[in-house]
């Protein structure tokens, strides 16, 4: 075959795809943290990219037959923030990610939200054992902190590394907690670590910073509202 016929077949030789600009993302979605029971559906879930600007609205598909599995279209490859929001009797949750390259999943227990009546014991309890007086969420002048260590990082995580930036551009008193066997949450500066708390941020960007060994783990929560549960889930730091 001479060099010209070749070239009038090579496109037959290469499949060509067109850049993906736009991906599914689905699964889903607990009503909260504390048990894998209890789906999180008739509330809403926002996607915004960092400027706050919306980037997809979540959908229900189902509630009837499939409560709590939702689905989003996203940008591919985009950092996002996304607010799970069930309405009355809950506080928003407000987390960070990335949107996958292609159509994803996320694993069930990643995302949920937080009911007060669930949640309040925990913040009371706490903020009682560090001698903090609580704002509370509901006046909605103030948003929280919760976060859980990646299970890969409980073993190494320090408490004294983390510092937390409110909107007011103030330090917040951030705790690191263990559970002990009993389910009670214990306070600690050295690991091992289970979850982190701060109380009473001002709204606005919240930045939640590591420590690390090689570097320092940034991570900005924008345009936080009075209300909101800030949560850093399975939040890794290298061992």
């Known amino acids: 075959m001479s060099c010209e016929a070749l070239e009038s077949f090579e496109f037959l030789l290469y499949e060509v795809r067109q850049p993906v600009t736009e991906v599914s ?9 504390f048990d894998f029971e209890t789906p999180f559906t008739g509330g809403t879930m926002t996607w915004l990219d960092m400027d706050g600007a919306e980037l997809a609205v979540g ?9 709590g599995y939702w689905t989003a279209v ?8 996304l607010r799970v929001d069930g309405g009355e009797g809950y506080y928003p949750a407000v987390a960070r990610g990335l949107s996958p390259a292609g159509n994803g999943l996320w694993f069930t227990g990643a995302l949920f939200g937080w009911p007060a009546e669930l949640t ?4 009371v309890d706490t903020a009682l054992q560090l001698g903090v007086t609580l704002e509370p969420l509901v006046d909605g002048q103030v948003a929280y902190l919760w976060g859980a260590v990646h299970p890969d990082s ?22 690191a907690w ?6 009670v949450f214990v306070p600690t500066d050295v690991p091992p670590a289970d979850y982190f708390l701060a109380y009473n941020l001002a709204p606005g960007d919240v930045t939640v910073l590591y420590d690390g060994d090689d570097d320092t783990i940034e991570t900005l929560y924008p345009d936080v509202q009075g209300g909101d549960v800030v949560t850093p889930w399975f939040y890794y730091v290298a061992p």
Do not use: H, K, M, Q
């Open 25 to 33: 993302y689905a699964g889903s979605v607990l009503a909260s943290t």
């Open 59 to 67: 959908e229900e598909p189902d509630p009837t037959n499939n409560p």
């Open 74 to 81: 996203l940008p591919p490859e985009t950092e996002f923030v």
């Open 120 to 123: 309040d014991p925990y913040f």
């Open 154 to 175: 409980i073993d190494v995580f320090e408490g004294g590394r983390l510092t937390v930036i409110d909107g007011d551009g103030e330090e917040a008193p951030v705790s």
């Open 178 to 183: 263990i559970v002990d066997e009993s389910g």
